[in-house]
């Protein structure tokens, strides 16, 4: 089989420096959002990661030229040849629904396939198709697609979403940004990331106001214009790197974000007994003792991010007590946790929470990646368990984090990503 396995041999020690890239959630809205405007617009700080390749492939496939150079693309929307996201990409990639925003506000429709579930639970777009609706948009679905038209413009309405949703909040963005009159977005998701596509949209003459508060207003615009933009900083890939740090004990810099956008992560790993320095483009962190146990439950920014879900709790399954980490995001977004026990942690499923006993010591195992940040959590698990451990189906992370295997062995870490040689059904690691 040619697929690839990370092989960890957990117990170095880990420190020095690290930089992380543009945020991912980022930039795939960017990349949609570019198709608001004929010409090009550049994005720079692009992580090198496989989404970024999926997502340039479905607005090619809309016409849209796309071109990558070292952590930055151009987009060049002048000419959209088609309104159809295909079933082949929606389905390798969620966010592509991102296009349907751009699409109707921009052609007047938009066919885009459902995406259906995926590994951390059902993930409903209703909410994103009401919104729409709102704005004057007809919505018909058949043969697993959804057919957006407006052939009479959109119209600004005022939107209540039921859910402070990340995706339905840009996708309405998207579309409200060149709709007739104003659109108030209420119960907006308050994301860093939905700072930065708004900040993108006004660099494209949109009128926005309030982004990152729960209301947001938009007054439409006739045309957008290209813009060039440098994408926010990964506050997950930091926040990732933080856990490995407060796991071997650092001291680990992670350069790059802001750390304002990571304040409750921080809060919490100061709550289990790690020093953290914030400075002004990162955050220093260390842990001489014993990790305390902190309970966790996620919830939409500034709320603890699901995405720092897992890799918290990697931490917590070596702390000196018990505590509860709650999942009030994603259903299903706990799988990675019985990879975690194979590595001998002590961990209770119960409904949407996790209760977590710390242990002595985490054994290394073969383990799959079971999604992107649970992968991610297993190498951080990896790292402190003792003897090697090998991580099957990395392509889950290389869709999020760019270098991960590189970043990780220049803070010491021995860990290398290498050829499946022994087949996905052989676990163990190679001597
Ligand atoms: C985005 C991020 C993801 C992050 C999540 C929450 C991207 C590409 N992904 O996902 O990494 O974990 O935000 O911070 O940016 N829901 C509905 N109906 C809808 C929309 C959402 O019921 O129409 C539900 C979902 O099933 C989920 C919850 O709302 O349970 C949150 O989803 P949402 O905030 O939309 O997350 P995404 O935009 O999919």
Do not use: W
């Not at 439409?220 to 990964?234: I, K």
């Not at 790197?241 to 004990?249: D, T, W």
């Not at 209770?348 to 799959?368: C, F, M, N, Y």
Request: proline share 4%.
């Amino acid at each position: 089989m040619g697929s690839t396995v990370i092989e960890v041999r957990g117990g170095r020690a880990l420190h020095g420096e690290v930089r992380v890239e543009g945020a991912k959630n980022s930039v795939l809205k960017l990349m949609a959002a570019s198709l608001l405007a004929p010409g090009v617009s550049r994005i720079t700080n692009v992580p090198t990661i496989s989404d970024i390749g999926v997502m340039a492939e479905v607005i090619g496939g809309l016409g849209a030229l796309v071109v990558r150079s070292d952590h930055e693309l151009t987009v060049d929307a002048t000419t959209l040849t088609s309104f159809e996201a295909p079933y082949e990409m929606v389905s390798r990639m969620r966010a592509s629904i991102a296009v349907l925003g751009p699409l109707v506000a921009r052609l007047g429709q938009a066919k885009v396939a459902m995406p259906g579930g995926c590994n951390i639970g059902s993930r409903k777009i209703d909410m994103h198709i009401r919104g729409l609706q709102e704005l004057g948009v007809r919505i018909e679905f058949g043969h697993g697609y959804i057919h957006a038209t407006a052939p009479e413009g959109l119209k600004g309405a005022d939107v209540m979403l039921d859910f402070p949703s990340v995706g339905a909040t840009e996708n309405l963005l998207m579309a409200a940004v060149l709709a007739e009159g104003t659109t108030v977005i209420d119960n907006a998701a308050r994301e860093p990331e939905i700072a930065d596509l708004t900040a993108f949209l006004v660099g494209m003459g949109a009128d926005i106001q309030g982004a990152g508060s729960p209301t947001i207003t938009v007054t439409g615009v006739d045309a957008l214009h290209p813009v060039e933009h440098r994408v926010v900083g990964d506050r997950i890939e930091a926040g990732t790197f933080l856990v490995a740090g407060a796991l071997c004990g650092g001291p680990v810099t992670v350069r790059g974000f802001n750390p304002k956008h990571l304040e409750l992560v921080l809060t919490k790993l100061r709550a289990a007994g790690c020093e953290v320095i914030v400075l002004p483009d990162g955050v220093t962190i260390e842990r001489t003792s014993i990790a305390r146990p902190v309970d966790v439950q996620t919830l939409p920014y500034p709320g603890f991010p699901t995405d720092m879900q897992a890799q918290f709790m990697a931490l917590m399954a070596l702390s000196d007590g018990d505590c509860i980490i709650t999942e009030n995001v994603f259903e299903n977004r706990f799988m990675f946790a019985d990879e975690l026990v194979r590595m001998g942690a002590d961990v209770r499923i119960e409904a949407h929470h996790a209760i977590v006993k710390g242990v002595r010591g985490l054994s290394g195992a073969p383990v799959r990646s079971p999604d992107l940040r649970g992968g991610a959590a297993l190498v951080l698990a990896a790292l402190v368990a003792e003897g090697c451990t090998r991580i099957n189906d990395v392509h889950h992370i290389e869709r999020g984090y760019e270098r991960f295997v590189e970043k990780l062995a220049a803070l010491g870490a021995d860990i290398v990503m290498k050829a499946d040689t022994m087949g996905t059904a052989s676990d163990g690691c190679e001597e």
